[in-house]
Nanobody, 127 residues
């Protein structure tokens, strides 16, 4: 059974940093898309960062490009989202998700292509 477990959220001041973790179990880690999505109160869910676990290629939406970085530890089946220069508008519940057996194109606007989701971790950035 596929499971995703996120951790690492918290509260920081603007300009600060956080690192989110997403541990993936229950299926072959390689050759899937893993994405981070976020949802702020009153807003729709949006995709922000994506990694293809087969080769490590990444994609970021413009609002986080240059501030957020994805990395992976294949031995631990874990993806990390390094968030720097955080802004109040980054405040949201962050979810990691996996699209099993994807062809390598990982971007998703709302995440409808993604099959499994974690429980979410809250990120709060104060001004």
């Amino acid at each position: 059974q596929v499971q995703l477990v996120e951790s690492g959220g918290g509260s920081v001041q603007a300009g600060g940093s956080l690192r989110l973790f997403c541990a993936f179990t229950g299926y072959t880690y390689s050759n899937n898309c893993m994405g981070w999505f976020r949802q702020a109160p009153g807003k729709e869910r949006e995709g922000v960062a994506f990694i293809y676990t087969g080769g490590g290629s990444t994609y970021y939406v413009d609002s986080v490009k240059g501030r957020f970085t994805l990395s992976q530890d294949i031995a631990k089946n874990t993806v990390y989202l390094h968030m720097n220069s955080l802004k109040p508008e980054d405040t949201a519940m962050y979810y990691c998700a996996v699209e099993i057996g994807s062809g390598g194109y990982c971007y998703s606007y709302r995440g409808y292509e993604y099959n499994y989701w974690g429980q979410g971790t809250q990120v709060t950035v104060s001004s």
